[in-house]
């Protein structure tokens, strides 16, 4: 399974699958001198598909059809109501901080990530740092299994904490192949590879999975994403279903999409630091 980004700063994410799906998209506004800025994680009801074009960035002809502008502070409202007509749902939220821990917050109850509604929860609680450098961060799943995140130079990768694929990777990050170049428009984004198959066998319940989700390309003829998301069990999915060697369970997408968001915006500052000359930095100090 491959989750495609439109842009490597993820603050500003439209994130679809190979199809050109819009499965899930981050807004960022800016924010008045002295706020903290909050990112927004919004969920397609149903696959918003993009027009075939030619390639572009974020702030490309394929983005700018479903009107996607996170920049004017006086427009925030308006945004998030043409993202609730356009069929998006807020999944979460993250207001960052610099010399506090940033909170987080989910909405509709995803299990397993604990109470993130309200006023939400430190970062050091729902996702702590861990190892020597603190390059790991890590969380509960709804499978009741410990991941964690590596924050590595160039991209962030996860891994499952029960001792069976510690050196096999749940997900990763490539980045697009000229990202020093990040002004440059191309076809070749960055995408997420997520290896569904290394899901523990932990009994779960698909009869209670409200946000169960399966990708087109796993639907038999004539079903839709709305008739899998429907079925009241899992007679009723399976004769929808060709293959489920790419099935990930709904709440543990979302939570991985959700706390990549969070991990990836560390790891690209630590990189600016690292790299201050370098014109991806740049381009990010003022993109980002």
Excluded at 139 to 160: A, I, M, Q, S, V
Aim: hydrophobic residues 35%.
């Amino acid at each position: 399974m491959k989750l495609v980004f439109s842009d490597d700063f993820v603050r500003h994410a439209i994130i679809g699958d190979e199809r050109g799906n819009v499965i899930y998209q981050v807004t960022t506004p800016r924010e008045a001198l002295g706020t903290p800025r909050k990112s927004t994680v919004w969920k397609a009801i149903q696959p918003v598909q993009l027009p075939a074009t030619s390639g572009s960035t974020s702030h490309g002809s394929d983005e700018a059809s479903i009107n996607i502008d996170t920049s004017n502070l006086g427009h925030v409202r308006e945004l998030e109501q043409r993202l609730e007509h356009q069929g998006f749902k807020r999944l979460g939220g993250i207001e960052w901080h610099v010399f506090s821990p940033s909170k987080l917050w989910m909405f509709g109850g995803t299990s397993g990530a604990g109470d993130l509604s309200g006023e939400g929860i430190g970062s050091n609680e729902f996702i702590p740092a861990k190892g020597g450098l603190r390059r790991e961060r890590a969380f509960k799943g709804p499978d009741g299994n410990t991941y964690h995140w590596e924050l590595g130079y160039f991209e962030c990768t996860l891994y499952r904490d029960d001792g069976t694929s510690n050196h096999t990777p749940i997900a990763k990050y490539h980045r697009r192949r000229n990202f020093w170049l990040p002004f440059i428009q191309t076809q070749d984004k960055g995408y997420l590879e997520i290896n569904a198959t290394l899901q523990p066998s932990m009994g779960i319940d698909k009869k209670s999975t409200d946000s169960f989700y399966a990708f087109e390309s796993d639907i038999a003829d004539g079903a839709t994403v709305k008739s899998v998301a429907a079925a009241s069990s899992v007679a009723d999915i399976e004769p929808l279903i060709r293959s489920q060697s790419s099935e990930l369970d709904g709440d543990m997408l979302d939570l991985l999409v959700f706390t990549y968001i969070y991990v990836e915006k560390l790891r690209k500052d630590r990189e600016q630091v690292m790299h201050p000359k370098d014109p991806w930095t740049v381009w990010g100090m003022i993109h980002a």
